[in-house]
């Protein structure tokens, strides 16, 4: 099995900035892609930011330029940097992950969810 524990959420002022990071454990043989998701009250979960295992990185058009996903694979990993943050940021935040474990079985993560509120 794999866990992915977030942290780093909190409340913060519109036009400010928040660090997500998310590490994955367990019985891991590789992570293939980590990215994170969002979901506001009543709303779907949506796509925020996802990155490769070779760093290629894909954003909601809501959040280019403005947010910046990263991992480090020799710790796995992934980050989230927020900047200009805005009301409509408000959401739970969850971390998502490809993996295969040592006994070669592909699966889909998810983390717990970390909140996001960002104050106008």
């Known amino acids: 099995q794999v866990q992915l524990v977030e942290s780093g959420g909190g409340l913060v002022q519109a036009g400010g900035s928040l660090r997500l990071s998310c590490a994955a454990s367990?019985?891991?043989?590789?992570?293939?892609?980590m990215g994170w998701y969002r979901q506001a009250p009543g709303k779907q979960r949506e796509l925020v930011a996802l990155v490769a295992s070779g760093g290629t990185t894909n954003y909601a058009d809501s959040v280019k330029g403005r947010f910046t996903i990263s991992r480090d694979n020799a710790k796995n990993t992934v980050y989230l940097q927020m900047n200009s943050l805005k009301p409509e940021d408000t959401a739970v935040y969850y971390c998502?992950?490809?993996?295969?474990?040592?006994?070669?079985?592909?699966?889909?993560?998810w983390g717990q969810g970390t909140q996001v509120t960002v104050s106008a």
């Open positions: 367990g019985s891991i043989f590789r992570i293939n892609d």
């Open positions: 998502n992950a490809e993996a295969v474990s040592i006994v070669l079985v592909r699966g889909r993560y």
